[in-house]
């Protein structure tokens, strides 16, 4: 093959640039490989260094000289430890490994020298014009405050985001144990400690809070020094008294990192000039590793550097990403630790090991299931039954367990009526195990639609029509509750069928009908300019609700939710992006919630007082200038004040410009912070999709009820499989009679494993 990439000039000598110049070169020792570093040789401002083994294995596979060394090296354990409030909880099993950060550099330095790469300390990089015209690839490792990535910002396209905490890099001269969190209530506010050993004398001490705790610490005004002594005083029961040491170190805010593109031309960014997250999750040197295996084996396999380039961005930024999720999970976790706090003890521990989502309530008992189980019995649990399986009440209405067919709207509804599919679709998900299935979002009025397939409850054939549903469930599925959800479609009104396109008008002018909402604005360009509501129309709609709550109560459903979210009408009054009223129903919150209290005291007025109502709000528009979580924290008190049982959370699809943060579990935070601050239960929904989330979700805490949707469309009988899967068969799940004969789960194949990244020769 021709040769490529021979002359490469790789700009930082941290560990991400020194790794991938060591590779490049070993497998290619023709290559002229030079690295800059503007610090003394393992120079560095951190101490301790934690990898997992799953890079430590792609280490060892690519480099067995390296493996070797860090092996001889590490400091091993398994433990955590969270002391919390005076007592310490421990959890096993997790298998950590450390060494210290200058040690791990020296030995890339070594090892880079030993294979012919020149190093060059001390030295600044040449400008990257120059050295991408005379290198024929060039590796920009030059850390967080890259220069590469700010000389080419305008191809890069990168996005700082700078978070609420401040932090400082420590060190003390003893080996905790185990890692260690601790936790220190002060009269300014909350402090942590994180704390691991690098080696058999020294651990990393990082002491953490919020800005204003610190500044109301009074460690602002003091010089490093001091600020140091005084947060060793704070934790001097985790330090045992002893003083805790520095390294160039100082106060600082977190920074992620976000690229739109990681190469240009033939320049391309690795480790913390390209990403960040959050060192909470310990990511960062083990990303920029990452990042140097899979560079050096896309450019040894693709034919030319562009699409090697290309290769190596296609591999990494999915797995980068899914990282830059969990990290930002874990980061607001401790940002806003002081919510947590009030937690039973191990729960509190349990919660704080799975605030990234990467420890889940599954893998957690496989680590540690001694400890899982003292979580399970303090939360509830009988024996043998997963949390997703233990009751909850709301009002008179027991559910048998915690999942919830979260609505889901079929349009496929005739005039409002539903059909056989509705009977099937629904019937099909109560039989599947659920503790509580809902309708879709039915319709007060024929204008409050949203598509001319969605159902309705304004008349009495449509309320006859549910309660054939609702009385199949009620046979057919004891024990399982139907709610329904009602909503009016607002200024989205009118449209097509989703799979016609969705949010578009019907493409019959004259068979669109008029749309009304808070304001007369449109939800998108080629929308309907909606007519904003008079007070009569709004008396009118209110009584429309009222009607169909009637309906629902006659029909037979055990609980009513109103749809406050999503954009539609209710919505629409309650976000400052969609509603300008200048009368009593605009303006602040308290008179942007006016008219939806007003429905909802009229709905609940009229509904059976021993059934629920909830109410589904959108926490955040994912706009600026809209809702945000502090708002909805006062919109979820706001209706628990007037009767709500529950706040059913979800989020944005309010204005068409919105920016959501899609991921594993997105939602769920608004949830555990309304549910924190308020006190009331919370429904939690948005990208849940295994077993193992609700069980995690449930058993720490951060909600009580989980909705799913895409899940039970791919599987009906979600709930019956979950239990299977987990070999329960207690009272939380019950296989219909003509099922039971498959309640026991298919053997399955057997899979290999995938093969190592990259594997050199010895």
């Known amino acids: 093959m021709t040769p490529r990439a021979q002359r490469i000039a790789v700009i930082g000598g941290g560990p991400g640039g020194l790794y991938a110049a060591a590779l490049l070169k070993r497998l290619d020792p023709d290559r002229a490989i030079t690295v800059w570093e503007r610090n003394a040789p393992h120079d560095t401002f951190g101490f301790g260094v934690v990898l997992s083994d799953e ?8 480099d067995p000289v390296v493996y070797a060394s860090l092996r001889d090296e590490f400091v ?44 060059r300390f001390r030295t600044e ?43 400082i890099w420590l060190a003390a001269d003893f080996a905790f144990d185990a890692f260690r969190f601790e936790i220190a209530e002060t009269e300014h506010g909350v402090m942590q400690l994180h704390g691991y050993p690098y080696s058999g004398d020294a651990s990393t001490v990082i002491v953490e809070m919020r800005e204003e705790v610190w500044r109301a610490a009074g460690l602002a005004d003091l010089d490093v020094r001091e600020s140091i002594d005084r947060a060793a005083k704070i934790f001097t029961d985790a330090l045992d008294g002893r003083a805790l040491r520095s390294n160039n170190s100082s106060w600082l805010t977190f920074r992620t990192v976000v690229n739109d593109r990681w190469s240009h031309g033939n320049c391309v960014l690795i480790g913390d000039a390209a990403h960040t997250a959050h060192f909470s999750i310990g990511s960062g040197t083990k990303l920029a590793v990452e990042d140097a295996l899979a560079l050096t084996a896309s450019l040894h396999e693709q034919p030319t550097i562009a699409q090697a380039l290309r290769a190596y961005e296609d591999e990494r930024r999915p797995v980068v990403a899914s990282t830059q999720r969990a990290a930002r999970a874990s980061l607001e976790w401790f940002e806003d630790l002081a919510r947590h706090l009030g937690r039973p003890p ?39 039954t997963p949390p997703m399986f233990t009751p909850f009440r709301l009002r008179g209405l027991r559910l048998r367990n915690r999942v919830v067919v979260s609505p889901m709207d079929m349009y496929s509804a005739a005039d409002g009526v539903p059909g056989d599919f509705h009977l099937v679709h629904l ?24 598509t001319p397939g969605c159902a309705g409850l304004y008349t009495d054939e449509q309320g006859a029509a549910w309660r054939r549903i609702t009385d199949f469930v009620h046979r057919r599925a004891p024990g399982t509750a139907i709610g329904v959800q009602l909503g009016h479609s607002g200024r989205k009104g009118s ?13 019959v002018p004259e068979e669109n009908w008029p749309v009304v909402a808070a304001s007369p604005i449109p939800y998108k360009e080629g929308s309907q300019v909606p007519r904003a509501l008079t007070r009569g129309e709004l008396a009118s709609v209110r009584a429309e609700f009222v009607a169909a709550a009637r309906r629902a109560a006659e029909a037979g459903f055990d ?45 609940r007025d009229v509904w059976p007082q021993d059934r629920p109502t909830t109410v589904r709000i959108s926490a955040t528009d994912w706009a600026e200038g809209g809702t945000g979580p502090d ?33 594993r579990s997105y939602q769920v935070p608004y949830a555990d912070r309304i549910r924190a601050e308020t006190g009331v239960p919370v429904i939690s929904v948005g990208a849940i999709s295994s077993w193992d989330d609700v069980n995690s979700l449930i058993l720490a805490g951060r909600t009580d009820l989980c909705a799913l949707a895409r899940p039970h469309l791919y599987d009906p009988h979600w709930t019956l499989h979950a239990a299977a899967e987990q070999g329960y068969a207690g009272a939380g799940v019950v296989w219909p009679e003509p099922y039971r004969a498959g309640s026991r789960r298919p053997q399955t194949g057997r899979s290999d494993a995938p093969k190592p990244r990259l594997s050199l020769p010895g």
């Open 631 to 663: 708002d909805a924290v006062a919109i979820a008190r706001a209706f628990a004040a007037h009767g709500a049982d529950a706040i059913d959370v979800s989020t944005g699809q309010v204005v068409s410009d919105e920016r959501p943060a899609f991921g």
């Open 495 to 507: 449209t097509r069928l989703m799979w016609e396109g969705m949010d578009e008008p019907l493409p």
């Open 55 to 62: 890079t430590l294995g792609g280490i060892e596979h690519a």
């Open 346 to 384: 191990r729960q509190f521990t349990f919660d704080l090991l799975t605030r990234s989502r990467r420890v889940t309530h599954d893998n957690l008992r496989l680590r540690d299931p001694v400890f899982t189980a003292s979580v399970e019995k303090e939360f509830g649990c009988p024996p043998g």
């Open 427 to 450: 019937g099909a998900r109560a039989l599947g195990g659920a503790g509580l299935v809902m309708t879709e979002m039915v319709c007060v009025s024929p204008e409050g639609r949203i």
């Open 125 to 167: 990089a040449p400008p990257v014009a120059e050295l991408c015209a005379t290198h024929d690839l060039v590796v920009a490792a030059d850390g967080v405050h890259s220069r590469t990535r700010r000389t080419y910002a305008d191809a890069f396209g990168p996005r700082v985001e700078e978070h609420r905490n401040r932090y």
């Open 76 to 119: 091993r354990w398994d433990d955590i430890d969270v002391v919390h409030r005076g007592v310490r909880h421990t959890s096993g099993g997790h298998g950590f490994a450390a060494l210290g950060r200058r040690r791990l550099l020296e030995i890339l330095e070594d090892r880079c020298r030993g294979l012919g790469v020149t190093l």
């Open 559 to 603: 609980l009513l939710e109103l749809h406050c979210a999503h954009g539609y009408l209710l919505s629409g009054f309650l976000s400052p992006l969609t509603n300008r009223r200048t009368d009593e129903y605009g303006g602040s919150l308290e008179g942007r919630l006016r008219f939806p209290l007003e429905v909802f005291d009229a709905v």
